[in-house]
């Protein structure tokens, strides 16, 4: 699979306007993928640092070998730190494309996808040692229940668990058919396959404390930004979508902003997108993971 089919970038060139990268900047790709976003980056200037995090072991294939680029196999949380050691503590920009990149979809021997019948994994970092078969075989229902109400905007999350425990008391918890058939038939007519991939999203962030992640790097994002650096996210889910609206608006992720000690509303940046940015009808057609993609940017003050 060649970097070209890794993963089609979202939002590509306005996500990149919004950073308004210049001369000699400094700048992190928290996501890089197939180096979609990275390599814009690197087309809009001759000199700059670029610092691109990616957990993904495959990701890392993808190196664009320009001298420019530091590739860095980590996680996103661990943002500051990674950064720290090359001595970046005040960035231009920084750019994050949340959720899972089409090659993991793809790539049927990691069970993200409900397509293929394949071992229930869904680690986006092989170094994980906790997967998608591990949770639902050993968590508690109410666990479970905690996954499925913070995960996903499913109607019947109780429904959902009881059918997926039921499933694990007959031992057939092993596969993503297993976990299809097992709830399959709570889904609303003609709505099934976005039913199943809401059950899988959930899992998924389960798997890969994709919340945890996020906030971790909203925290630090306001820490390694310099006054005037430009936060730029893409999200793909309500939930993802709501943390960074919120962090970005207040500060805060439940949307209320904290006061200093003389009673004034501390907010470490402003938002620039009174409204998400989302793909325009040309992207869509070509793109059709993309639909439902929301862009927001905020300046940090």
């Known amino acids: 699979m060649g970097k070209m089919d890794y993963h089609k970038s979202v939002l590509l060139k306005k996500s990149v306007d919004f950073l308004e990268v210049e001369e000699g900047g400094e700048y992190v790709d928290v ?8 390599k814009e980056i690197l087309n809009r200037v ?44 005040q960035v231009d ?16 021997s990691r069970g993200f996808s409900i397509r ?32 499925f109400k913070e995960h996903s905007d499913l109607k019947s999350p109780g429904r959902v668990v009881g059918a997926i425990l039921k499933k694990v008391e007959e031992g057939k918890m092993e596969t ?23 059950v899988f999203q959930a899992v998924r962030m389960e798997v890969n404390d ?23 996210v893409i999200a793909y889910h309500s939930i993802e979508d ?13 949307g209320n902003p904290e006061k200093d000690v003389f009673g004034r509303f501390e907010v470490p940046f402003k938002m620039t997108t009174k409204k998400p ?11 059709n993971r993309s639909r439902s993609a929301k862009l927001r940017v905020a300046v940090k003050l």
Do not use: W
């Not at 996501?31 to 990275?38: I, K, N, R």
């Not at 390694?224 to 430009?230: A, M, N, R, S, T």
């Open 46 to 89: 001759k000199s700059c640092s670029l610092f691109s995090f990616d957990q993904d072991e495959d990701a890392l294939k993808n190196d664009l070998k320009d001298d420019r680029l530091i590739l860095i196999h980590a996680n996103f949380s661990e943002l500051k730190k990674n950064l720290m050691l090359y001595q970046a503590t």
């Open 210 to 232: 994709e919340l945890g992640a996020l906030k971790a790097l909203l925290i630090q994002s306001a820490e390694v930004l310099k006054p005037g650096g430009k936060l730029v």
């Open 242 to 254: 709501r943390l960074v609206k919120n962090f970005m608006k207040t500060g805060t992720f439940d």
């Open 116 to 147: 293929t019948n394949e071992r229930l994994d869904m680690r986006m970092s092989k170094k994980h040692k906790k997967d998608a078969q591990s949770i639902l075989n050993t968590y508690t229902k109410e666990e479970l229940l905690r996954v």
């Open 93 to 108: 920009g920084l750019l994050a494309d949340l959720g899972v990149s089409s090659h993991q979809f793809d790539d049927e």
């Open 277 to 287: 940015i989302i793909p325009e009808e040309e992207e869509l057609l070509e793109n």
């Open 176 to 198: 993503t058919e297993d976990l299809i058939q097992s709830v399959r038939f709570i889904s609303e007519r003609n709505k099934e396959n976005k039913f199943l991939a809401q």
């Open 31 to 38: 996501t890089f993928g197939g180096g979609g976003h990275s």
